[in-house]
């Protein structure tokens, strides 16, 4: 069973940084591919990154390209998001998932288990 858990989210001023954790409490963590979603007031959820099961590959958003790095220790269970150089256009609430896929997906369908979100809030 995966149970994933957000943390890290808060108020920033544009141009900050915010380090976004997700920590899954079950044993199999290292059999998933992990990927961040943010959800905008008012918008619809989409992709900010993904990363495999072994970390050897990464994918973003164009959005947050060169500004965001994801990454994952297995040993700890759990899924890092750094966000730098944040952008007011950045506010959301963000939740990373969880898919039983080899590889790793933009799409929201392809994710089997989902956090219950940290709100990230970036002021101009």
């Known amino acids: 069973q995966v149970q994933l858990v957000e943390s890290g989210g808060g108020l920033v001023q544009a141009g900050g940084s915010l380090r976004l954790s997700c920590a899954d409490s079950?044993?199999?963590?290292?059999?998933?591919?992990m990927a961040w979603f943010r959800q905008a007031p008012g918008k619809e959820r989409e992709f900010v990154a993904a990363i495999t099961r072994s970390a050897g590959n990464t994918r973003y958003a164009d959005s947050v390209k060169g500004r965001f790095t994801i990454s994952r220790d297995n040993a700890k269970n759990t899924l890092y998001l750094q966000m730098n150089s944040l952008k007011p256009e950045d506010t959301a609430v963000y939740y990373c998932?969880?898919?039983?896929?080899?590889?790793?997906?933009?799409?929201?369908?392809?994710?089997?288990?989902w956090g219950q979100g940290t709100q990230v809030t970036v002021s101009s």
């Open positions: 079950g044993r199999t963590f290292s059999n998933y591919a």
């Open positions: 998932a969880a898919t039983v896929l080899l590889g790793y997906t933009s799409r929201i369908s392809g994710y089997d288990y």
